[in-house]
């Protein structure tokens, strides 16, 4: 069955630094790939998307992610972290011509240092 | 870009009591959504899968009887927890669909739902 994994379950990182979450597919076929973001109580915002081509994807609040295939990996990446971006994360995928259900990796909570 | 309004943000209610949750697409007409249950410091598990005109698709372990989802239009689907009990407490999220598969999906802000 298709999974996405999430291997971090909390990072700490300082404003300024910058930061990158992984993110893992295990199923053979491409699928669609998602990065979101929820704040505390809150529902979950889009930040970015891949369906194909360009693997490296530019997302909303200067967010970007690559795909790569020969690692089935995902990851979600930015240079330069604010305090305002302390939120949960979390990595979703559609597998191809498998349906419309989004399946959620376990989430990442991001802290940051001041 | 595409909105979807839930409502209520939070709820309180007693015990046996029934609560109904409204997913509504402001902006674009959603033929599929998603209604989805997180626990705290949890990930989003998928209850079901609601299709205007039909019945939801529930995942395996969801009791139909007790989330009762309706979809009578292209721009609302309502959640209902009937004889709701102190562990069906959680945080419901639901999710639009617009146009084709893997594209375009919107989430509400979620429901908060406390049973004492």
């Known amino acids: 069955a298709q999974s996405v994994t999430q291997p971090d379950i909390h990072i700490t990182v300082s404003e300024g630094a910058s930061l990158e979450l992984r993110c893992n597919y295990s199923?053979?076929?491409?699928?669609?790939l998602f990065w979101y973001v929820q704040s505390p109580g809150q529902g979950l915002q889009l930040l970015l998307k891949?369906?194909?081509?360009?693997?490296l994807v530019q997302g909303i609040k200067g967010f970007e992610a690559e795909f790569k295939r020969s690692q089935s990996s995902f990851n979600l990446r930015k240079p330069s972290v604010h305090w305002s971006d302390a939120a949960e994360y979390f990595c979703?995928?559609?597998?191809?011509?498998?349906?419309?259900?989004?399946?959620f990796g376990t989430g990442t909570q991001l802290k940051v240092e001041l | 870009g595409a909105v979807v309004s839930q409502h209520p943000s939070w709820v309180i209610c007693k015990s046996g009591t029934s609560v109904k949750i409204e997913c509504r697409s402001l902006?674009?007409?959603?033929?599929?959504m998603f209604w989805y249950r997180q626990f705290p410091k949890q990930s989003l598990m998928l209850m079901a899968t609601?299709?205007?005109?039909?019945?939801?698709?529930?995942e395996q372990g969801v009791e139909k009887d007790k989330f009762l989802i309706n979809h009578a239009s292209l721009t609302l689907s309502t959640l209902t927890v009937t004889s709701a009990h102190p562990e069906d407490s959680s945080f419901y999220i639901c999710?639009?669909?617009?146009?084709?598969?893997?594209?375009?999906?919107?989430f509400g802000s979620g429901t908060r739902l406390t049973v004492v």
């Open positions: 979703a995928s559609i597998l191809t011509g498998g349906g419309n259900k989004l399946t």
């Open positions: 999710s639009a669909r617009e146009g084709q598969a893997g594209g375009g999906y919107t």
């Open positions: 609601s299709n205007e005109g039909s019945k939801a698709t529930y």
């Open positions: 902006d674009f007409q959603a033929t599929t």
């Open positions: 199923y053979g076929a491409t699928p669609y």
């Open positions: 891949y369906f194909s081509g360009d693997t």
